[in-house]
């Protein structure tokens, strides 16, 4: 490994990216749905010539991801937005190759100006699986998706898909596969009439042990009896376990417990962590000594968690956190100025490249 990167820093392994893009690869081979990359959870285009071999497009959530799409991944372009402008419209109808509207007031709105190309609807079911209900489609007085029946068949005649979105990290096949039979019966009539259907994200399909057979069989004969293209829209299964963020242990000091400060934030570099109140997982021995470690921003709670380690910690000393390459490069911010982790690439031939470095500039020109 190269040890001559500065941290902090991301590495993304393409080694094991490709573990889950042939993951991807088979699913599209054995059930004949389509995966395309949400890239709100990953957006770093330098890995995209690997990933669009095995992967059939994007799927976006503003006009700037729908350009990113188009420009660095290529092949499919799906294009949603919880809501979109008129200007919006305007540059994504000459890019995307679906329109997926949040909405029957937006359908209705833009209709004329993107009827050339497919349009598609986004169906809240009412159902969902999530841990976290700042995270679930389906909360109370979500305003993710169309929930009246009537609506949406006044509109049928204008649409060619539809999107479900109703999973958020659902590792659990028999979970997903009977929701899916309770959406099928809700929207028969819908389904029949579509030519594709998307899942949407957070199905966990490339984890460890996932039974894929099952997950194929149940998406090919739920694409033949409503003779549609499935669509998938992994973002985290796309890339779960490739990337760790390497850091470095700046000061350790106690309070009660021993305190391993590094040069990275969670508040600013794997902010996810924070939202939902998790831990970070490390890749290091696991022993007797304890240490809660933390991040060197002002936030009192800016902890990455607390291990108990094989080795000691001192200053100068690695830390690397793993499989957090999902939600952390697209989040990450300025906030106290703090140094940006570069992102480095392991190739597959093994040759680690960083791709981006930033700097003060980077800094200032953010900021106005
Ligand atoms: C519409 C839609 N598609 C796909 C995804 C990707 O989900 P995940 O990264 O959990 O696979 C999300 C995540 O919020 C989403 O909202």
């Not at 890019?95 to 949040?102: C, E, G, P, S, Y």
């Not at 709105?109 to 190309?117: A, C, L, N, P, T």
């Not at 929207?187 to 399909?205: A, D, M, P, Q, T």
């Not at 490390?282 to 921003?297: C, D, E, L, V």
Request: charged residues 25%; hydrophobic residues 40%; glycine residues 6%.
């Amino acid at each position: 490994m190269n040890c001559k990167i500065e941290t902090p820093y991301y590495l993304i392994d393409e080694k094991k990216l490709l573990k889950n893009l042939k993951n991807i690869e088979c699913v599209r081979e054995r059930s004949g749905a389509k995966s395309v990359l949400a890239l709100k959870c990953f957006s770093t285009w330098f890995v995209f010539d690997l990933m669009s071999k095995y992967m059939d497009g994007t799927t976006s959530s503003s006009l700037y991801e729908a350009k990113l799409g188009y420009e660095k991944f290529g092949k499919e372009t799906h294009a949603f937005s919880v809501a979109y402008s008129a200007k919006d419209i305007k540059a994504l109808k000459n890019i995307a190759n679906k329109v997926i509207f949040n909405s029957v007031s937006q359908l209705e709105r833009f209709y004329d100006e993107v009827k050339h190309i497919e349009i598609g609807l986004r169906i809240n079911p009412g159902i969902s699986y999530s841990h976290f209900d700042l995270a679930d489609p389906a909360r109370k007085y979500s305003r993710l998706g169309v929930t009246s029946e009537k609506k949406l068949e006044s509109v049928l005649n204008k649409i060619n898909g539809v999107m479900f979105h109703y999973n958020c990290e659902n590792d659990d096949f028999e979970i997903f596969s009977s929701m899916l039979d309770e959406i099928a019966v809700k929207y028969k009539k819908i389904l029949n009439k579509v030519e594709w259907i998307s899942l949407g994200g957070g199905i966990y399909f490339t984890k460890n042990g996932y039974p894929l057979d099952k997950f194929c069989d149940k998406l090919r004969s739920f694409s033949k009896k409503y003779n549609v293209q499935v669509y998938l829209e992994p973002g985290e299964a796309a890339i779960t376990n490739s990337c760790e963020l390497v850091t470095t242990v700046l000061d350790i000091v106690k309070n009660i417990k021993d305190i391993a400060i590094v040069d990275a934030s969670i508040e600013s570099h794997m902010l996810d962590i924070l939202t939902y109140r998790l831990s970070a997982k490390i890749n290091a021995k696991t022993g007797k000594n304890s240490y809660i470690i933390a991040g060197r921003s002002c936030l009192a709670g800016d902890i990455f968690g607390e291990y108990k380690l094989l080795n000691k910690l001192k200053v100068g000393s690695a830390v690397r956190f793993v499989d957090v390459a999902g939600y952390t490069m697209v989040k990450k911010n300025w906030f106290n100025g703090l140094e940006m982790p570069s992102i480095a690439v392991k190739r597959l031939n093994g040759k680690v490249e960083i791709i981006r470095k930033f700097l003060y500039n980077d800094f200032l020109s953010d900021l106005s």
